[in-house]
């Protein structure tokens, strides 16, 4: 069923639909199922009373047979009918085609647009941050890729953006072009991944055997048979990149910052918020994971710690060798990696390009395999993402939730959850958006975090982005944001969680969307 409009007024229901329609008869209980095997448009007028209309459910059987029909698209426009909602009869909803999908929305009325800038186009003359490439060496063998733009804005406020797992500062570069004329503004590879990845191998290999290759470009750094000194104490670790943007903080930017972080790169911006307030202004979250690693802190837990030989220390053990070789073979295919991107970004015509041959040359450097392994047996943070949370809300750190609404990771439950623990923190969720709202949809992310920052700034005199008035903060609404990308217009809808709004109303409107996202 493909709906096209839907219309109520002086009790009359009118539905147009292909394929199929579903109607409610004002004398019965029980919704209608019509078949037109015919694929033409039919309209569908169901003369009734409010009454009539006060009922708990469509019939399970039309929804069912409803389901398996591959031209079902949604129910979401007789939500207001089905629970017989008596101001479905003064409302007009409208369809909108994006991403080649026709969708129907909310009326114009209660869903405002706002018009909002779209990204500096350098082919249009318009002006465009630069963006300078960097190498910071943190510690001995230890060296930092780094990314910055904006330098001379000397009397604007500093922000950081941290990358997500498997990328690098090269996915935040729609954010340097942009918000780099405005703000002074870094992205950085964690040590480990990105271009961050050590010059030289960990370890040495003192032994022959079959493990070593005499192919130098097949072989592979970190599997020696022990360890280089520098490297005694190496772990890519969740502690390991708290201390690094800590560093970055001290002696890079030298002042305190606005951190943005993306999956990976926002569990490791409110940890790092945790730990060192003094040096954080605010933090935004971007479809931040709310877990990373699986073995015990030998900090927090150091009997269970004992338990496991081995943390992700190097070298890598054989045993882990051969488990990380099959691995690392799959997660570096080509197709393994398109496969990811199109999981995580929701709208396909996302230009990914780019990104993806980042990712492929990251995947070729001989340090890679083994600073995978270490990754995923590093120990846990000493923090708990929600006691992150907790320390980050005692410590008065400013907290801004973004999410894409369409992560097949980090679903919208997450950052509910997030808001339900920070309920005065803006959260906005965009659709379509997936894993990485900031290089899916830049124009919309790159609108709430300039505002965002502005409002923080001022403490609070410039409002929050796409708030009308104060008492707006304390309720749900949303609004279409509308921008031009490549000469076409793009639209995206934002919905805004207030303070008050109960986190288990959103959860039953969550599963709604997720059951009529189902029978699309």
């Known amino acids: 069923m493909e709906i096209i409009s839907c219309h109520a007024m002086h009790g009359q229901y009118l539905v147009k639909f292909r394929g199929y329609a579903v109607g409610k008869s004002p004398r019965s209980n029980q919704a209608k199922l019509w078949n037109f095997k015919e694929r033409r448009l039919i309209s569908v007028v169901s003369q009734c009373k409010l009454k009539a209309l006060r009922h708990s459910y469509l019939d399970q059987l039309a929804i069912r047979r409803?389901?398996?029909?591959?031209?079902?698209?949604?129910?979401?426009?007789?939500?207001?009918?089905?629970?017989?909602?008596?101001?479905?009869?003064?409302?007009?909803?409208?369809?909108?085609?994006?991403?080649?999908?026709?969708?129907?929305?909310?009326?114009?009325?209660?869903?405002?647009?706002?018009?909002?800038p779209g990204l500096p186009d350098e082919n249009k003359g318009d002006s465009v941050a630069s963006i300078t490439s960097c190498s910071w060496e943190w510690k001995p063998k230890l060296n930092v890729h780094y990314k910055t733009a904006g330098s001379v804005n000397v009397d604007f406020p500093p922000v950081l953006f941290l990358p997500g797992f498997g990328v690098g500062s090269f996915h935040y570069e729609k954010q340097l072009k942009d918000l780099g004329r405005d703000f002074r503004a870094w992205a950085v590879d964690f040590l480990g991944q990105g271009l961050s990845l050590p010059r030289e191998d960990p370890t040495r290999q003192t032994k022959n055997g079959d493990n070593l290759k005499s192919d130098v470009e097949n072989f592979l750094w970190g599997f020696g048979d022990e360890t280089e000194p520098w490297a005694k104490e190496l772990v890519y670790s969740s502690d390991l990149w708290?201390?690094?943007?800590?560093?970055?903080?001290?002696?890079?930017?030298?002042?305190p910052v606005y951190i943005v972080g993306n999956s990976l790169g926002g569990y490791i911006a409110v940890y790092f918020a945790a730990c060192y307030p003094e040096l954080v202004k605010g933090v935004t979250l971007l479809n931040a994971t709310p877990f990373w690693g699986f073995l015990p802190n030998p900090m927090k837990s150091p009997r269970w710690s004992s338990m496991f030989p081995w943390a992700g220390t190097f070298p890598i053990p054989a045993t882990i060798k051969s488990l990380t070789e099959i691995v690392w073979q799959k997660m570096?295919?080509?197709?393994?990696?398109?496969?990811?991107?199109?999981?995580?970004?929701?709208?396909?015509?996302?230009?990914?390009?780019?990104?993806?041959?980042?990712?492929?040359?990251?995947?070729?450097?001989?340090?890679?395999?083994?600073?995978?392994?270490?990754?995923?047996?590093?120990?846990?943070?000493?923090?708990?993402?929600?006691?992150?949370?907790?320390?980050?809300?005692?410590?008065?750190?400013?907290?801004?939730?973004?999410?894409?609404?369409?992560?097949?990771?980090?679903?919208?439950?997450?950052?509910?959850?997030?808001?339900?623990?920070?309920?005065?923190?803006?959260?906005?969720?965009?659709?379509?958006?997936?894993?990485?709202?900031?290089?899916e949809v830049p124009e919309v992310v790159n609108f709430l975090l300039r505002g965002w920052i502005r409002n923080v700034e001022s403490q609070g005199s410039a409002a929050l982005?796409?708030?009308?008035?104060?008492?707006?903060?304390?309720?749900?609404?949303?609004?279409?944001?509308?921008?031009?990308?490549?000469?076409?217009?793009?639209?995206?809808?934002?919905?805004i969680y207030g303070s008050e709004s109960s986190f288990w109303k959103r959860m039953i409107s969550l599963i709604k969307s997720q059951f009529d996202t189902s029978r699309k």
């Open 332 to 439: 570096s295919d080509p197709e393994s990696i398109a496969e990811i991107l199109k999981q995580v970004y929701a709208d396909h015509s996302t230009k990914v390009d780019k990104v993806f041959s980042s990712i492929l040359e990251i995947t070729k450097h001989p340090a890679a395999a083994a600073s995978f392994a270490s990754i995923m047996f590093a120990p846990q943070a000493q923090l708990t993402f929600k006691d992150s949370l907790s320390r980050c809300q005692m410590n008065n750190v400013p907290v801004c939730l973004m999410y894409g609404k369409e992560d097949p990771w980090v679903k919208p439950i997450w950052g509910l959850q997030v808001k339900r623990q920070l309920p005065e923190a803006p959260y906005y969720e965009i659709s379509p958006a997936g894993h990485c709202p900031h290089d």
């Open 66 to 116: 409803l389901g398996r029909a591959h031209t079902v698209r949604t129910l979401s426009a007789l939500k207001g009918y089905e629970h017989g909602d008596p101001s479905v009869l003064s409302e007009s909803l409208n369809s909108y085609v994006l991403d080649g999908k026709e969708n129907v929305t909310d009326s114009d009325k209660t869903v405002p647009k706002v018009l909002i």
């Open 465 to 495: 982005p796409l708030f009308d008035s104060a008492e707006n903060f304390q309720n749900d609404f949303a609004k279409d944001l509308e921008f031009v990308r490549e000469g076409s217009r793009k639209l995206a809808r934002v919905q």
């Open 242 to 255: 708290r201390d690094q943007v800590r560093y970055f903080i001290e002696e890079v930017i030298g002042e």
